[in-house]
């Protein structure tokens, strides 16, 4: 339902101010009112309609409509026609708060153009209350834009093939933007999100009244805002040297115009070797091409991401790679050409003395002469913009010769290795022989190995291969390998008693040989018997020598013999009698008496060896054996054997365990020990033998545990046998299952408590939000609660916006929690505020109505009220009465102050005139627009109910409402005939009189 516009005049001192409508042009006429528009709902707008469909339909000489709430209209019925509409808005009751809208309309389409505006009390966040608007966020890609916009709204609506040019007005102190006197843009807002900003604009203002506009050619109509252009910060990149080459390996860094800003860098395509962090670039690591290389700097709170790009060039260098095959060359050979695998049109060059054909890259040769050379190809000369430079090395030689020769042709086993002499200019290439096998040959080298080869002949051959352009070379030379003589002989046994026969040797190889043997000895020289009797006693060497027998290589070998007397086996033992585990001891023996083999009896003694005697007086049974040295019978010599009683008197070992704590010690082996091992200590038996006492001694580790702990500032621990509280290392002990200390070493930190200082809150009005902020030490989370004992958690973080709920004094606890708590502090809030309410008695009745107005508003020192009755009449006090003498619907409206805070409150006072009933007798349904119904007419009535018969009683149609009535029709809708009918009416008015009519009508068609 659309309500009436109900209208309160403001009068100022001095002035003479009127609100007229001019019925005979439908023009509105402002001369110094302040028209106030208020109570609209999205459900119930309220609308100021002008009929009049041209600029004119509105005049003002001062004054303006207060609409401040979206559905408060102005609509103005334009029709077709075209122009500047100026709705005169204003803010409340200063005159200087005009805030006036132009809708220049640029199109003869039939349109209204309905407009309403209001202030935001929080700016533009959250939305403000009774709108379709959404909140006034990423309006410039940011989360929240309220800072760039403007504290007002606009809503247009126009028909949609309308176009208009758009100019808007608004109050200096509206301006909270963040650059306020930067140019203001309008936004329109599409049902789901704000479109993008309408430009130019036209600079801010921050004082008095600003205007924003024309912006021109709009046909989109809904609701609108104003925002401004943030003063962000702008850039350029460029890189010096561009373009550039790929094979140029330099750093390249970028060029700000603006060396302020920070951000990262990227490239498209991808290929281009590219510091994200720093913007260099470096042509080598990169694939050839163009690349856009953008520079981002991220958004901030004030102004959003900007890029800005610059794009460079990389050319792609010339492939200067080329190939001699092969790189060695014969001098007397064909001169070669290079092939060349990248680009052609370059230059070839050669170290000196070379000679070579710059175009083509031919080596000449023969005027090059022998050596080393390096070959450049230089692709400058193509004339492409990256040129390169590419080499190979060649070697020209001279033809190979193969001549060799060893130092002799023939060769004994045993001899030295051969000598290779190669001929002047010669060299060395692959040596072989013939037969391939039995010669030990090198075949890098030529080199003969004697020792690992066999007899024979063999020939050697020198082979170089072709190469270069020269032929291959070839050499051979024979030499003869000769096997040497087996000089091995022996004498079986080597050690002969001189009393025995004359001994000969066993020759295993070459006869023929001569024997002889170092003096004194005396031998046969062809069949080696050697003279015992006449050589003596002694050692003696035998050679053998096979040059006697007359072949190429001959041999020598030797062999070493004894001639001794007929030995003795007579020894003693000096130390007899022993004790278990006394040094092992060696049989002494006397002139020519010599060890044999020993043994023993009875069976317990051990002897470290039976070849010499030695007794093993540590593994040995202690008692008495008689030992035994037997001589067998050799060399001519009989044999001899010989004995000797020895005592080993036992030694006693006793082997014990023993544990200490690590700390502790103990006597052991003659002194005091502290670690783990073997102690022995010794006592003597009265056999004069050791008895010994060893120990194995156990260190067990006292257990030292270290642990950390950690107490907040104030609070206390135990630790060391105490309750402590400050920072430090404290030791405690306890027993393990060995019996030894555990110690727990605990270090004690001590965390500082964490602090909180909550912000006073300045006293604010019901509605307004309450801002709550604190500075804690940085360690832990800002929380806040409902109660001091902090068990009901508000929110977190700094600041937290909580909506004010009530009127009152609020306290509010806060604590940094985290690591160590911080005490809870407290804020007291006070949420002021007047509540305005109307109490009227009564609300409807007959003129002329006198109400009584109850006031049940807050009530207090500094209180004021202001009522406005609706029909021009004014009052301050408490409680006023009014009377209304005309009929019609009064909006009563009572503003409550407390000078900082405000509240508005209205009631509809309905005054009602005397009911009057007015019932036609003909009606004529014909279709035409005039008289088509039969309805009851009259004034202040509230309840109709008709019924229609026909002359026979029966019943046609019936209704029941005030705006109801008959089309000749009957309730199953068939038209009845010309004629006349009866009707009964039941009516009540307003003023509660009731009617009951009956009679009858006429229809004429």
Request: a negative charge; glycine letters at 10%.
């Amino acid at each position: 339902m659309k309500k009436l516009l109900s209208f309160t005049i403001y009068l100022c001192i001095g002035l003479l101010l009127s609100t007229t409508l001019k019925s005979q042009n439908n023009a509105l006429v402002l001369n110094g009112a302040v028209t106030v528009m208020n109570g609209g709902t999205a459900v119930t707008p309220i609308y100021v309609v002008v009929n009049q469909n041209n600029p004119s339909g509105i005049v003002r000489n001062g004054g303006h409509i207060h609409s401040e709430n979206q559905y408060n209209y102005v609509k103005w019925e334009t029709g077709t026609s075209s122009g500047s509409y100026v709705i005169p808005f204003g803010v409340g009751g200063n005159l200087a708060d005009y805030i006036p809208f132009t809708f220049n309309k640029t199109t003869t389409n039939s349109t209204d153009i309905q407009m309403s505006t209001w202030f935001t009390n929080v700016p533009n966040f959250p939305k403000p209350a009774a709108t379709n608007v959404g909140p006034v966020t990423n309006m410039l890609n940011f989360a929240d834009s309220v800072q760039y916009a403007i504290d007002r709204f606009w809503d247009i609506q126009a028909a949609n093939n309308t176009t208009g040019d758009l100019t808007f007005s608004y109050r200096g102190v509206e301006n909270t933007t963040i650059n306020p006197t930067g140019n203001v843009r309008t936004q329109h807002w599409n049902g789901s999100s704000w479109d993008a900003p309408v430009t130019p604009g036209t600079p801010g203002v921050t004082a008095g009244i600003g205007s924003a506009g024309p912006f021109v050619g709009q046909n989109t109509f809904s609701p609108w805002v104003l925002s401004v252009i943030p003063v962000c910060p702008e850039d350029t990149i460029s890189y010096a040297g561009d373009p550039f080459c790929s094979n140029d390996t330099n750093t390249y860094s970028v060029t700000h115009t603006n060396g302020t800003l920070t951000g990262t860098y990227s490239a498209t395509p991808v290929g281009l070797s590219l510091n994200t962090t720093t913007g260099d670039i470096v042509p080598s690591l990169s694939t050839p091409g163009v690349y856009t290389i953008t520079f981002t700097v991220a958004a901030t709170s004030t102004c959003p991401q900007y890029q800005t790009s610059t794009t460079i060039t990389i050319d792609a260098a010339d492939d200067a790679s080329f190939t001699y095959s092969p790189t060695t060359f014969c001098i007397t050979g064909t001169n070669p050409t290079p092939t060349i695998n990248g680009t052609t049109g370059g230059t070839f060059t050669i170290t000196a003395p070379g000679s070579i054909n710059s175009s083509t890259g031919e080596i000449d040769l023969l005027l090059s002469g022998l050596g080393t050379f390096t070959v450049y190809y230089n692709t400058a000369s193509a004339g492409n913009p990256c040129p390169s430079v590419d080499s190979v090395q060649v070697t020209i030689t001279a033809a190979p010769i193969a001549t060799f020769s060893y130092d002799a042709p023939q060769y004994c086993l045993d001899a030295a290795n051969p000598i290779l002499t190669y001929a002047p200019g010669a060299s060395g290439g692959t040596f072989t022989s013939n037969p391939s096998t039995g010669l030990s040959l090198n075949s890098s080298n030529g080199a003969i190995d004697l020792s690992t080869s066999s007899p024979g002949v063999y020939t050697v051959y020198n082979t170089i291969a072709a190469s270069g352009g020269c032929s291959a070379a070839i050499d051979s030379t024979t030499i003869e390998l000769l096997q040497v003589d087996s000089a091995l002989f022996s004498y079986s046994p080597t050690t002969f008693c001189i009393t025995g026969t004359n001994p000969t040797p066993t020759i295993s190889g070459t006869t023929g040989g001569t024997f002889t043997i170092s003096t004194p000895g005396v031998i046969n020289a062809t069949t080696g018997e050697i003279d015992l009797t006449n050589s003596g006693l002694g050692s003696f060497t035998v050679y053998y020598n096979t040059t006697s027998a007359g072949n190429d290589c001959p041999a020598l070998d030797s062999v070493v013999i004894n001639i001794v007397n007929a030995p003795g086996a007579t020894f003693t033992y000096n130390n007899s009698p022993y004790c278990q585990g006394d040094t092992n001891e060696l049989p002494v023996f006397t002139g020519n008496n010599f060890a044999g083999t020993f043994s023993s009896n009875p069976a317990g003694l051990v002897f470290v060896s039976t070849s010499t005697g030695e007794l093993d007086l540590t593994n040995s049974t202690a008692g008495t054996y008689m030992v035994y040295n037997n001589i067998t019978a050799s060399g001519g010599c009989a044999a001899a054997v010989d004995s000797f009683q020895i005592t080993i008197n036992a030694s006693y070992f006793i082997a014990q365990a023993v544990q200490i704590c690590q700390g502790d010690s103990i006597m052991l082996g003659g002194a005091f020990q502290t670690t783990n091992g073997v102690y022995n200590d010794t006592s003597a038996t009265i056999n004069g033998c050791d008895s010994i006492i060893s120990t194995t001694l156990t260190v067990n580790p006292v257990v030292v545990s270290q642990t950390t702990a950690g107490i907040c500032q104030g609070d206390s621990i135990l630790l060391g046998g105490a309750y402590q509280t400050t920072a430090g290392v404290y030791y405690d002990s306890l027993t393990t299952s060995l019996g030894c200390d555990s110690i727990i070493e605990t270090t004690l930190s001590i965390t500082p408590q964490n602090t909180i200082v909550i912000d006073p809150v300045l006293p604010l009005c019901f509605g307004d939000d309450i801002v709550l902020t604190a500075t804690g030490s940085g360690n832990g989370t800002i929380t806040w609660y409902a109660d001091a004992s902090g068990t009901i958690v508000l929110g977190t973080g700094s600041p937290l916006v909580i909506p004010s709920t009530s009127i009152g004094v609020f306290t509010f606890y806060a604590s940094e929690v985290g690591g160590c708590d911080s005490p809870i502090d407290s804020v007291q809030v006070i949420v002021g505020g007047v509540q305005a309410v109307i109490n009227a008695n009564p609300t409807t009745g007959s003129t002329p109505l006198n109400v009584f107005f109850g006031n049940g508003s807050t009530t207090g020192f500094g209180i004021s009220y202001a009522w406005d009755f609706g029909n021009g009449n004014t009052d301050t006090i408490f409680e006023p009465s009014q009377t209304y003498n005309n009929t019609g619907t009064y909006t009563v409206t009572l503003i409550v102050t407390d000078g900082i805070c405000s509240d508005t409150a209205t009631v509809t006072i309905t005054a009602i005139g005397e009911s009057v009933i007015i019932i036609p007798n003909v009606f004529t349904p014909n279709g035409d627009g005039s008289n088509d119904m039969f309805m009851v007419d009259g004034e202040n009535l509230e309840e109709v109910e008709g019924v229609i018969y026909n002359r026979w009683g029966q019943k046609l149609y019936e209704w029941n409402s005030v705006t109801g009535g008959w089309d000749g029709r009957t309730l199953s809708g068939e038209v009845v005939p010309d004629g006349t009918y009866f009707f009964i009416i039941n009516a009540k008015g307003t003023d509660e009189k009731e009617y009951f009519e009956k009679g009858t009508v006429t229809l004429i068609r």
